[in-house]
Nanobody, 120 residues
């Protein structure tokens, strides 16, 4: 079993910054991708950013230029630095990890979500 522990959400004013973190632990041989998705009230879950083994990153169009994804591979942790936050960035942010188990199965796990609210 693999568990994800997310942290860093909260309330921030427009223009402010937050950093989310997500640490993976458990039966992991290797991690293939780590990323963040978000779901705003009444909307579908959407891509925020992902990073793959080898360093390739991918960002959703609405966050390019003001969010940055990074990892600490030694800690199996992914971070999302969010700058210049806007009210439309409000939502529940979910961590997602694709990993290979010791018996060479490729699996995926989601975090429980952390709420980010951008408001005055």
């Amino acid at each position: 079993q693999v568990q994800l522990v997310e942290s860093g959400g909260g309330l921030v004013q427009p223009g402010g910054s937050l950093r989310l973190s997500c640490a993976a632990s458990g039966n992991i041989l290797s991690i293939q991708t780590m990323g963040w998705y978000r779901q705003a009230p009444g909307k579908q879950r959407e891509l925020v950013a992902t990073t793959a083994r080898g360093g390739t990153t991918n960002y959703g169009n609405s966050v390019k230029g003001h969010f940055t994804i990074s990892t600490d591979n030694a800690k199996n942790t992914v971070y999302l630095q969010m700058n210049s936050l806007k009210p439309e960035d409000t939502g529940v942010y979910y961590c997602n990890v694709e990993y290979v188990t010791p018996i060479l199965k490729l699996l995926e796990v989601w975090g429980q979500g952390t709420l980010v609210t951008v408001s005055t």
